[in-house]
Protein backbone atom coordinates (compact mmCIF):
# COMPACT_ATOMS: atom_id res chain seq x y z
CA UNK A 1 0.00 0.00 0.00
CA UNK A 2 1.55 3.19 -0.86
CA UNK A 3 0.85 6.77 0.45
CA UNK A 4 -1.51 7.80 -2.37
CA UNK A 5 -3.58 4.46 -1.42
CA UNK A 6 -4.07 5.45 2.32
CA UNK A 7 -5.47 8.45 1.42
CA UNK A 8 -7.61 6.90 -1.28
CA UNK A 9 -11.98 6.39 -0.09
CA UNK A 10 -13.25 3.41 -0.32
CA UNK A 11 -16.09 3.60 -2.56
CA UNK A 12 -18.23 0.81 0.36
CA UNK A 13 -16.11 3.46 3.48
CA UNK A 14 -19.66 4.75 4.50
CA UNK A 15 -19.46 8.24 6.73
CA UNK A 16 -21.98 8.63 9.20
CA UNK A 17 -21.55 12.20 9.65
CA UNK A 18 -22.13 13.13 5.74
CA UNK A 19 -24.96 14.69 4.41
CA UNK A 20 -26.40 15.67 7.83
CA UNK A 21 -28.88 18.15 6.47
CA UNK A 22 -32.32 18.75 7.21
CA UNK A 23 -33.37 16.94 3.87
CA UNK A 24 -31.81 13.87 5.10
CA UNK A 25 -33.02 13.79 8.73
CA UNK A 26 -33.45 9.71 9.06
CA UNK A 27 -35.92 8.15 12.35
CA UNK A 28 -33.29 8.58 15.21
CA UNK A 29 -31.62 11.18 14.24
CA UNK A 30 -31.27 14.51 16.41
CA UNK A 31 -31.76 18.26 16.02
CA UNK A 32 -31.66 21.59 17.84
CA UNK A 33 -34.84 23.97 16.92
CA UNK A 34 -36.09 26.65 18.97
CA UNK A 35 -33.87 25.83 22.01
CA UNK A 36 -34.63 22.48 22.15
CA UNK A 37 -33.29 19.12 21.35
CA UNK A 38 -35.75 17.13 19.22
CA UNK A 39 -35.48 13.23 18.07
CA UNK A 40 -36.68 12.17 15.25
CA UNK A 41 -39.12 9.14 15.57
CA UNK A 42 -41.01 9.35 11.99
CA UNK A 43 -39.59 9.85 8.67
CA UNK A 44 -42.87 9.89 6.14
CA UNK A 45 -43.96 11.06 3.11
CA UNK A 46 -47.05 11.79 0.95
CA UNK A 47 -47.37 10.77 -2.50
CA UNK A 48 -49.69 13.53 -4.18
CA UNK A 49 -49.24 11.89 -7.77
CA UNK A 50 -47.17 13.21 -10.92
CA UNK A 51 -44.20 13.31 -8.93
CA UNK A 52 -45.83 15.50 -6.45
CA UNK A 53 -43.74 14.10 -2.42
CA UNK A 54 -44.01 16.30 -0.08
CA UNK A 55 -41.92 15.05 3.48
CA UNK A 56 -42.36 14.85 6.70
CA UNK A 57 -40.57 14.15 10.01
CA UNK A 58 -41.63 13.76 13.05
CA UNK A 59 -39.64 15.80 16.22
CA UNK A 60 -40.09 14.70 19.76
CA UNK A 61 -38.62 16.98 22.44
CA UNK A 62 -39.24 16.32 25.99
CA UNK A 63 -42.51 17.62 26.33
CA UNK A 64 -43.82 18.15 22.60
CA UNK A 65 -44.26 16.67 19.62
CA UNK A 66 -44.40 18.39 16.21
CA UNK A 67 -44.24 17.66 12.53
CA UNK A 68 -41.44 19.06 10.10
CA UNK A 69 -42.76 19.34 6.74
CA UNK A 70 -40.77 19.83 3.51
CA UNK A 71 -42.81 20.72 0.08
CA UNK A 72 -40.77 21.16 -3.02
CA UNK A 73 -42.67 24.03 -5.56
CA UNK A 74 -40.79 26.03 -7.76
CA UNK A 75 -38.22 26.06 -4.28
CA UNK A 76 -38.12 24.20 -1.06
CA UNK A 77 -40.73 25.37 1.55
CA UNK A 78 -40.19 24.07 5.15
CA UNK A 79 -43.07 24.22 7.64
CA UNK A 80 -43.71 23.50 11.57
CA UNK A 81 -47.05 22.04 12.21
CA UNK A 82 -48.34 20.92 15.46
CA UNK A 83 -51.90 19.07 15.95
CA UNK A 84 -54.88 20.06 17.05
CA UNK A 85 -57.50 18.00 18.36
CA UNK A 86 -59.97 18.35 15.17
CA UNK A 87 -63.37 18.93 17.31
CA UNK A 88 -61.63 22.41 18.55
CA UNK A 89 -62.62 23.69 14.84
CA UNK A 90 -66.33 22.73 15.54
CA UNK A 91 -68.77 20.74 14.42
CA UNK A 92 -69.53 22.20 11.26
CA UNK A 93 -66.66 21.36 9.61
CA UNK A 94 -67.07 17.96 9.95
CA UNK A 95 -70.51 17.86 8.95
CA UNK A 96 -69.79 19.78 6.11
CA UNK A 97 -67.01 18.08 4.48
CA UNK A 98 -69.32 14.42 4.92
CA UNK A 99 -72.51 16.11 3.45
CA UNK A 100 -70.48 18.24 0.54
CA UNK A 101 -66.91 16.58 0.27
CA UNK A 102 -65.01 19.86 1.12
CA UNK A 103 -64.69 22.19 4.21
CA UNK A 104 -65.73 25.58 4.03
CA UNK A 105 -63.35 28.26 1.94
CA UNK A 106 -62.73 30.16 5.49
CA UNK A 107 -62.05 28.94 8.68
CA UNK A 108 -61.84 30.93 12.25
CA UNK A 109 -60.31 29.17 14.51
CA UNK A 110 -58.30 31.10 17.58
CA UNK A 111 -59.58 34.42 16.70
CA UNK A 112 -58.02 34.11 13.15
CA UNK A 113 -59.63 33.86 9.52
CA UNK A 114 -58.11 30.85 7.16
CA UNK A 115 -58.68 31.09 3.86
CA UNK A 116 -58.34 27.66 1.64
CA UNK A 117 -55.32 27.31 -0.66
CA UNK A 118 -55.66 24.05 -2.06
CA UNK A 119 -57.02 20.90 -1.60
CA UNK A 120 -54.98 17.53 -2.52
CA UNK A 121 -55.46 13.85 -2.53
CA UNK A 122 -52.70 11.07 -2.49
CA UNK A 123 -51.28 8.39 -0.24
CA UNK A 124 -49.37 8.63 3.18
CA UNK A 125 -46.14 6.75 3.75
CA UNK A 126 -44.88 5.76 7.39
CA UNK A 127 -41.57 5.66 7.76
CA UNK A 128 -41.63 5.58 3.89
CA UNK A 129 -42.88 1.58 3.65
CA UNK A 130 -45.78 -0.15 2.86
CA UNK A 131 -48.66 0.64 0.23
CA UNK A 132 -49.85 3.41 1.60
CA UNK A 133 -52.80 5.20 3.04
CA UNK A 134 -55.66 7.53 0.93
CA UNK A 135 -55.69 10.45 2.24
CA UNK A 136 -57.20 14.00 1.00
CA UNK A 137 -55.67 16.94 2.43
CA UNK A 138 -56.89 20.69 2.51
CA UNK A 139 -54.47 23.45 2.89
CA UNK A 140 -55.27 27.05 4.52
CA UNK A 141 -53.65 30.44 5.01
CA UNK A 142 -54.11 33.28 7.05
CA UNK A 143 -53.99 37.03 5.09
CA UNK A 144 -50.19 37.09 5.90
CA UNK A 145 -49.42 33.94 4.97
CA UNK A 146 -47.47 32.96 8.15
CA UNK A 147 -50.16 30.92 9.65
CA UNK A 148 -51.54 27.63 8.36
CA UNK A 149 -54.17 25.58 8.80
CA UNK A 150 -54.78 22.11 7.41
CA UNK A 151 -57.36 19.60 7.59
CA UNK A 152 -56.62 15.50 6.22
CA UNK A 153 -59.29 13.06 5.90
CA UNK A 154 -58.42 9.54 6.92
CA UNK A 155 -61.92 7.85 5.49
CA UNK A 156 -65.11 8.41 5.79
CA UNK A 157 -65.23 10.42 9.20
CA UNK A 158 -61.39 9.94 10.15
CA UNK A 159 -60.29 13.62 10.45
CA UNK A 160 -56.66 15.27 12.00
CA UNK A 161 -56.20 18.79 11.88
CA UNK A 162 -53.33 21.01 12.44
CA UNK A 163 -51.64 24.36 12.73
CA UNK A 164 -48.53 25.49 11.37
CA UNK A 165 -46.30 28.42 10.28
CA UNK A 166 -43.19 28.29 7.98
CA UNK A 167 -39.63 28.01 9.03
CA UNK A 168 -36.26 28.24 7.36
CA UNK A 169 -33.71 25.67 7.34
CA UNK A 170 -31.08 27.25 9.21
CA UNK A 171 -33.17 27.74 12.04
CA UNK A 172 -32.49 23.83 12.50
CA UNK A 173 -29.07 23.14 13.58
CA UNK A 174 -26.37 20.53 15.61
CA UNK A 175 -27.93 17.63 13.43
CA UNK A 176 -26.50 14.16 14.45
CA UNK A 177 -26.88 10.74 13.57
CA UNK A 178 -28.60 8.94 16.16
CA UNK A 179 -29.88 5.06 17.14
CA UNK A 180 -31.65 3.91 14.79
CA UNK A 181 -34.21 0.48 14.33
Not at 16 to 29: C, I, M, Q, R
Not at 153 to 177: C, M, R, S, T
Request: charged share 35%; glycine share 10%; aromatic share 14%.
Amino acid sequence: MGIKDFFKKKKNDLDPLADLSLTNLKKGYLVDYDLKTWEVVASNYYDWGDGDISYEWQLKSVDEVVYLEKESDDEEEWSLNRKINFSRLGPKIKEQIVETGDPPDEIVFDGMTYYREEMAGGHFYKDGHGPGKEVLRWSYEDDSGRCYLGIEQWGEADFDAAKGEPVEEYQFINILPGKQD
